[in-house]
């Protein structure tokens, strides 16, 4: 089942009940943690649907920066810092949204809405250099395993994926794979696990200079392989542990190979 152009899209009733939920949330953190009615700032849509790749809303990723007066607080108690910050965004959500299920879980405070839609909402802190300036890296909690902090760094990723699924680049045909390959996930081997940041590497990786025609383009046979074949045969001459985050070059779990490689045999 091969990739259509512009499929899977996310309807705007949906999009605007995503924005909304979106607001009221961020505005809710805003006013714990920065004294502030903002419904925007502070916040940015994070994972599959902030990379444009998203085709359902059961996983919708919010990262929300904190001060980093905050930061040092959490990192100086005793015992798990993280999971206490997780309870702490937790508590601001809660107060907006008293009756839906709002629970931690890892790196996120989970908000599940009864009809399906999930929000994972990620506290971050700007990561400060050497000379008090911010790296375009997060600070993120991970309170498993007694806590830890680790480091993300989206918008690298974000500005990445757009580039190259930019008209002189791969002319959307990048966003289309991935949802494509997502959809096939859903629908033929959904009880596997595929996460979207393994799906967007590779295909970020493995495109190459395959793209949608553009104006006054004509279809050419080239070597006779289609897009599809070419991406099989680009997973079959790679290895899980040489997946790397576009733009930010950060190393993928690669847990679910084997799942894509069911997927892009799916495919061809």
């Given at each position: ?105 890892g790196q996120v405070v989970v908000v599940r809405f009864s009809d399906g839609m999930k ?72 009880s596997y696990h595929l996460s979207g940041i393994l799906i967007d590497s590779f295909v ?12 006054g383009e004509e279809r050419s046979n080239g070597n006779g392989v289609t897009y599809e ?40």
């Open positions: 089942m091969g990739v259509l152009r512009d499929n899977h899209p996310i309807d705007s009733d949906t999009r605007s009940l995503i924005s909304k939920r979106y607001k009221t949330i961020t505005k809710a953190v805003n006013g714990d943690f920065w004294n502030s009615n903002s419904e925007t700032a502070h916040s940015r849509y994070v994972g599959s649907y902030g990379r444009g790749t998203a085709i359902n809303v059961s996983d919708l990723d919010v990262l929300v920066e904190l001060p980093n007066s905050e930061y040092s607080h959490f990192t100086s108690l005793s015992g798990n810092g993280p999971s206490r910050l997780l309870q702490a965004v937790k508590k601001a959500i809660r107060d907006t949204y008293p009756r839906t299920d709002i629970h931690g879980d929000f994972e909402i990620l506290p971050a802190f700007q990561k400060i250099d050497y000379w008090g300036n911010w790296d375009g890296t997060y600070i993120y909690p991970d309170s498993n395993m007694g806590g830890n902090w680790l480091t993300t760094e989206p918008k690298a990723e974000q500005n990445a994926m757009a580039y190259r699924n930019g008209y002189w680049e791969s002319n959307g045909l990048l966003m289309d794979t991935c949802k494509h390959i997502r959809y096939l996930r859903s629908e033929h081997f959904s970020y990786s493995a495109i190459g200079g395959w793209h949608w025609l553009r104006s074949q070419s991406l099989l045969d680009y997973y079959n001459s790679h290895c899980s542990w040489l997946v790397f985050a576009p733009g930010s070059g950060m190393k993928v779990d690669g847990d679910d190979w084997d799942v894509l490689g069911k997927v892009l045999k799916e495919m061809v």
